[in-house]
C-alpha cells in the first residue's frame, strides 16, 4: 500500500529536526562565548581570545549556514497558517537564535513562555541570552538568574550566566558563576567545558 506523502508542515518540522540533531551541542544556548570585537594587540589580544576558543564551538560550514537561513524562512512560512503550532514556535526561535538573529528569537521564545510553556527552563535561557544579546543585558541577566533561582544546579543557565557577565567585561563574575557551573556537575559535558573556559580566563587575569 502506498504512504501518502508528508504535508509540507510536516516536511518542514522534519528538515528542523534533522537540522537541529546535525547542530546540537549542549543547548541552543552554550555556542557563543565571544569576544567581540577585541581591539587589544599583543599578549592581551592573544589571552582573550584564548577565553573565547576555549568555550567556542567550531567554525560553521558555509552549507549548514544556507541550510538554516533556508530553514528559518519556510518555519516563517508555516507559521503564517499555523501561528499556535508549538513546534514551529520553537524550532523557528532556536533557527533564529542559531542564525544570530536575537530579534526574532526573543520574540518567538515570547510566544512559546507566553502561550504554550511558562515553566521550560531551557526556553527561558535561551530568551534571556536573545534579549541579552539585543542590548537589554540586564533584563536579560534577570531572566537567566530567575532560572537559576528557581533551579541553583541548571549548568546551563549557570554557564550563560558565565557567558552574559565576561561579555560585560566582568570577568570575577564570569568565574564565578563557572565556578558554580563546575561544581554543580564537574563530569558533565558542560561541567568540563566551564574548567576549560576557568582555566583560561584565570590565564588571561
Known amino acids: 500500500m502506498t504512504q501518502p506523502a508528508p504535508s509540507s508542515l510536516t516536511r518542514v518540522l522534519i528538515l528542523a529536526a534533522v537540522i537541529a540533531v546535525g547542530v546540537a551541542a549542549i543547548s541552543w544556548t552554550t555556542h557563543y562565548m565571544v569576544v567581540?570585537?577585541?581591539?587589544?594587540?599583543g599578549d592581551a589580544k592573544r589571552k582573550a581570545d584564548s577565553v573565547a576558543a576555549a568555550a567556542q564551538q567550531p567554525q560553521e560550514d558555509p552549507a549548514l549556514r544556507a541550510r538554516k537561513v533556508e530553514l528559518l524562512e519556510r518555519l516563517e512560512q508555516a507559521l503564517v497558517d499555523h501561528p499556535k503550532d508549538s513546534m514551529l514556535i520553537i524550532s523557528a526561535a532556536n533557527a533564529a537564535y542559531d542564525l544570530q538573529r536575537f530579534d526574532l528569537a526573543s520574540k518567538y521564545y515570547k510566544v512559546f513562555i507566553e502561550t504554550i510553556d511558562g515553566a521550560n527552563e531551557s526556553v527561558h535561557i535561551d530568551y534571556g541570552y536573545a534579549v541579552f544579546s539585543m542590548g537589554e543585558q540586564q533584563?536579560?541577566?534577570?531572566?537567566?538568574e530567575d532560572v537559576v533561582r528557581r533551579d541553583p544546579k541548571n549548568q546551563t543557565a549557570l554557564y550563560n550566566l558565565a557567558i552574559m557577565t565576561f561579555q560585560?567585561?566582568?570577568?570575577d563574575?564570569?568565574?564565578?558563576?563557572?565556578?558554580?557551573?563546575?561544581?554543580?556537575?564537574?563530569?558533565?559535558?558542560?561541567?568540563?567545558?566551564?574548567?576549560?573556559?576557568?582555566?583560561?580566563?584565570?590565564?588571561?587575569?
Open 173 to 205: 563574575a564570569a568565574a564565578s558563576w563557572l565556578k558554580k557551573c563546575i561544581d554543580a556537575g564537574p563530569n558533565t559535558p558542560i561541567g568540563e567545558r566551564a574548567a576549560r573556559t576557568l582555566q583560561a580566563l584565570q590565564s588571561a587575569t
Open 139 to 144: 533584563r536579560g541577566l534577570d531572566i537567566v
Open 168 to 171: 560585560m567585561q566582568n570577568a
Open 36 to 41: 567581540a570585537d577585541s581591539r587589544e594587540k
